[in-house]
């Protein structure tokens, strides 16, 4: 079935630096991405929607400067937390679709120090 | 604002039981329902889906009730098995707008032995 890769699993920074991570559709390609964070004991909120080739289009409330997406191909989107704080440690989780199916990478768990 | 509702918040049920999780929602304009099932530090997994268009799909021991004029969605989980024990979120989204899910709060199911 289709798989969707991200990479890395786990992230620990420091406060102030900066962390990519990498959303890859393995088998399919994916005109669209979406990212997701979820805290702990939480449901998923769409934070983003990544479009190959354009701006991303950033939910009510994301600030468009801290969280940098870039879907520069048709099988990879990257979510870049800018300047991270304590606050931005969350699960984070991309997704995309095929055949109308959303399809879910395992999530990217970011801890700042 | 959570445009999908769900219920109840935790579940627990023996072996061989049925489990019950429902969800509601307001936009008129979704017209697609998944479950995701979501076993802890992993991205959620599609479990079943459907349309407006059936009132029921079954797929094997899961099974998706659809209400259409009461806009109300259940996940029907039959002869519950502990490795079933995970967190189970409904999800809405409108194909016209690029399948962005908006997902319930999750239901925490635990299946005792």
């Known amino acids: 079935g289709a798989v969707v890769s991200q990479h890395p699993s786990w992230v620990i920074c420091k406060s102030g630096t900066s962390v990519k991570i990498e959303c890859r559709s393995l088998d399919f390609q994916a005109t669209t991405m979406f990212w997701y964070r979820q805290f702990p004991k939480q449901s998923l909120m769409l934070m983003a929607t990544?479009?190959?080739?354009?701006?991303?289009?950033?939910e009510q409330g994301v600030e468009k400067d801290k969280f940098l997406i870039n879907h520069a191909s048709l099988t990879l989107s990257t979510l870049t937390v800018t300047s991270a704080h304590p606050e931005d440690s969350s699960f984070y989780i991309c997704s995309a679709i095929t055949i109308g199916v959303g399809v879910f990478g395992e999530g990217s768990r970011l801890t700042v120090l | 604002q959570q445009q999908v509702k769900q219920s109840p918040q935790s579940l627990i049920v023996q072996k061989g039981g049925i489990s019950i999780i429902n969800c509601a929602y307001e936009?008129?304009?979704?017209?697609?329902f998944p479950w995701y099932q979501q076993f802890p530090g992993k991205g959620p997994a599609l479990l079943i889906a459907?349309?407006?268009?059936?009132s029921e799909k079954k797929e094997g021991r899961f099974t998706i009730s659809f209400n259409k004029s009461a806009k109300q969605f259940s996940l029907h989980i039959m002869d519950s098995q502990p490795g079933d024990s995970a967190t189970y979120f409904c999800a809405a989204s409108i194909s016209t707008s690029g399948y962005a899910l908006n997902f319930g709060k999750g239901t925490s199911l635990l299946v005792t032995p």
């Open positions: 936009n008129t304009a979704f017209d697609y």
């Open positions: 990544s479009n190959e080739g354009s701006k991303a289009t950033y």
């Open positions: 459907i349309r407006p268009d059936v």
